[in-house]
């Protein structure tokens, strides 16, 4: 099993921005994909952007423009920068990561918050 440690959720005001980390236990330089899902209350996850092997990233259309994921292979962390925040985007955010070897695996969660 692959541990992924989230963090950089917060309080931000409508407009503002945050970056979201998630570093995981292993490298992931084999990663078969990996990417950032939020969840509302009583609604099920939805992806918010991801990426898979030798693939571009994909986004959710409504924060296309505004969230770029990446990722740093040195420091096994992928990043969620997330500009123009708006209030609908509160949620909590799940890092997520798959291996061929070793599955699906999620993080803990972290809180965004977007309000004035």
């Known amino acids: 099993q692959v541990q992924l440690v989230e963090s950089g959720g917060g309080l931000v005001q409508p407009g503002g921005s945050l970056r979201l980390s998630c570093r995981a236990s292993r490298s992931i330089l084999r990663i078969n994909r990996m990417g950032w899902y939020r969840q509302f209350p009583g609604k099920q996850r939805e992806l918010v952007a991801g990426f898979s092997a030798g693939e571009s990233p994909k986004y959710a259309d409504s924060v296309k423009g505004r969230f770029t994921i990446s990722s740093d292979s040195a420091k096994n962390t992928v990043y969620l920068q997330m500009n123009s925040l708006k209030p609908e985007d509160t949620a909590v955010y799940f890092c997520?990561?798959?291996?061929?070897?070793?599955?699906?695996?999620w993080g803990q969660g972290t809180q965004v918050t977007v309000s004035s």
């Open positions: 997520n990561a798959f291996f061929n070897d070793l599955g699906n695996n």
